[in-house]
């Protein structure tokens, strides 16, 4: 699973405060936030912050998403029986309003609710919403099934309540102005991809030791996703699917079974890097094109030599910087700091002096996986071609 850091943190800033705040977890799409949350709910990892000795925590999970069809009666009626359903379970009874009043009250009802809620929790006890895919809420407010008024009514039950907390989670749209009025209440951390170290336990652990990879392999794969959770769990199951295809109860996977994985992944299995795509905006796919380059050279690419890709590419280069900024937010782009010596040259004829060091910047994809996937399907040649 990994993320030890991501459950520390929820950790410290839920056991044992008098007021926590709320959390907000924020990431690219497929990032884990769902998978994380699920382990706060009910899984392993969750367990000691579930059981946490003294401060009983109660976490309901809500997929917004799922509320997306409710109107106001609707929505909180459901959140209410999710909650009490959730409290059914640890031997806690709490009535659900038997109506919901219409218009304005209903946040008078759910209110009261949420007193009684609190009151029969035991002593300590905190009860965790977990709101999950939150732009969901953007959404039905502008189609005009929730009022707009639900935002300064979240934001007060996140101010106000003492035994009810909130943890948030969606994409990077969270971090817009939109949200700011949720936003600026809680505190947030972005869900970025596994470090070295847990990619490798993730590869690893689920299947050792009849199943073993060998280090070239674990490098590869690495490389490949740099972390990203999706794909690294991606090409492990379909590693590991093709070893109990041949029906072998235990194997060595080596660098080639890794290569041949990432090729089918990139030719077959390729509709999230697909949908990384469609996302881009036109530039932004012309950047992620010049950046590719060719299959087989990995290679970190210094803007000045970027513009000189695309120089035929419709557009200039402050639309340049500007999907190039894009990119790098939405973590697709990674960018290293170069030093480029400016030589002069002196009055005598020949005399170099390699004195002017100025900053500059290279940029690369960042994962491999995505880079090959661009540099097959997306060569330069062709993109310009159609300009
Ligand atoms: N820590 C992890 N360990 C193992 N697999 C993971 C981990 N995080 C994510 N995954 C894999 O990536 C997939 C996507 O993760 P998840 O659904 O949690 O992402 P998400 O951030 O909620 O995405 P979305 O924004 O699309 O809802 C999971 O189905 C799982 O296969
Ligand atoms: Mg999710």
Redesign the pocket.
């Known amino acids: 699973?990994?993320?030890e850091d991501v459950f520390m943190w929820i950790e410290e800033n839920l056991l044992g405060k008098t007021q926590p705040h709320t959390l907000i977890l924020y990431?690219?799409?497929?990032?884990?936030?769902?998978?994380?949350l699920y382990q706060l709910v009910g899984g392993k990892r969750g367990k000691t912050i579930r059981e946490y000795p003294g401060y009983p925590i109660y976490p309901v999970y809500i997929d917004l998403q799922s509320l997306a069809g409710c109107d106001m009666p609707e929505f909180f009626e459901r959140l209410s029986h999710q909650i009490v359903r959730v409290l059914a379970r640890r031997q806690i009874n709490v009535a659900v309003p038997d109506s919901w009043s219409k218009n304005g009250s209903i946040y008078n009802d759910f209110d009261q609710f949420l007193d009684r809620v609190e009151d029969s929790l035991p002593e300590n006890g905190l009860l965790v919403l977990i709101m999950?895919?939150l732009e969901q809420l953007q959404v039905s407010v502008e189609n005009g099934r929730l009022s707009d008024d639900i935002f300064p009514y979240l934001r007060s039950l996140m101010q106000h309540r003492t035994r009810m907390t909130f943890i948030l989670?969606g994409?990077n749209q969270l971090v817009e102005d939109f949200w700011s009025i949720i936003f600026h209440v809680g505190i947030s951390r972005e869900?970025v991809s596994?470090d070295q170290k847990e990619t490798e336990k993730?590869i690893r652990e689920p299947v050792s030791p009849m199943i073993q990879y060998d280090d070239l392999a674990i490098d590869r794969i690495w490389l490949a996703t740099r972390g990203h959770?999706?794909f690294s769990?991606l090409i492990c199951h379909r590693l590991i699917s093709a070893t109990n295809l041949e029906g072998k109860k235990s194997k060595t996977i080596t660098i080639a079974d890794v290569r041949e994985m990432i090729d089918q992944v990139v030719n077959e299995d390729d509709s999230h890097l697909q949908h990384l795509w469609n996302e881009s905006s036109s530039e932004e796919q012309f950047v992620l094109t010049a950046l590719a380059g060719h299959e087989l050279a990995e290679e970190s690419v210094p803007r000045a030599e970027i513009a000189s890709r695309l120089r035929e590419a419709p557009f200039d280069e402050d639309a340049l910087h500007a999907a190039l900024k894009m990119l790098e937010l939405r973590r697709l782009v990674t960018r290293q700091p170069v030093e480029r010596q400016i030589q002069r040259r002196l009055a005598q004829p020949g005399v170099w002096q390699p004195t002017l060091v100025s900053k500059d910047y290279a940029y690369s994809i960042a994962f491999d996986l995505l880079r090959v996937w661009v540099a097959r399907k997306h060569p330069l040649g062709s993109m310009l071609s159609v300009v």
């Open positions: 699973m990994g993320r990431g690219q799409r497929r990032m884990g936030k769902t998978s994380t999950d895919e989670a994409t869900i596994l993730l959770p999706y769990q």
